[in-house]
Nanobody
Framework: QVQLVESGGGLVQTGGSLRLSCAAS????????MAWFRQTLGKDHEFVAF????????TYADSVKGRFTISRDNAKNTVYLQMNSLQPEDTAVYYC?????????????????WGQGTQVTVAS
């Protein structure tokens, strides 16, 4: 079992930046990949970014490509999401997810472990 705790959310103006962190604890060895999703009220989880834990290979949703960067520090068992040029439509609760097997990374159902989420609000 792995536990995930997100932090770094908050209120920011349009065009601003935030850096989210996701700290993993518990059985972190053997973890295959991690990802960030976001969710707004009444909608399903939306894929944001994915990183393979060993190789560092990344994938992004088209809506955030060029603005968001996912990275990891395996020594700290932490994944980051650097978010730049934030827009009001980026407002959501952001969740970290982890998997021990290769996931269908854009599908929320493929991820076995989730954090509690952190709120990001972008004011216009």
């Amino acid at each position: 079992q792995v536990q995930l705790v997100e932090s770094g959310g908050g209120l920011v103006q349009t065009g601003g930046s935030l850096r989210l962190s996701c700290a993993a604890s518990g059985r972190t060895s053997g973890m295959y990949s991690m990802a960030w999703f976001r969710q707004t009220l009444g909608k399903d989880h939306e894929f944001v970014a994915f990183i393979r834990r060993t190789s560092g290979i990344t994938t992004y949703a088209d809506s955030v490509k060029g603005r968001f960067t996912i990275s990891r520090d395996n020594a700290k068992n932490t994944v980051y999401l650097q978010m730049n040029s934030l827009q009001p439509e980026d407002t959501a609760v952001y969740y970290c997810a982890a998997s021990y097997i290769q996931p269908a990374y854009q599908s929320p159902g493929s991820w076995g472990y989730w954090g509690q989420g952190t709120q990001v609000t972008v004011a216009s």
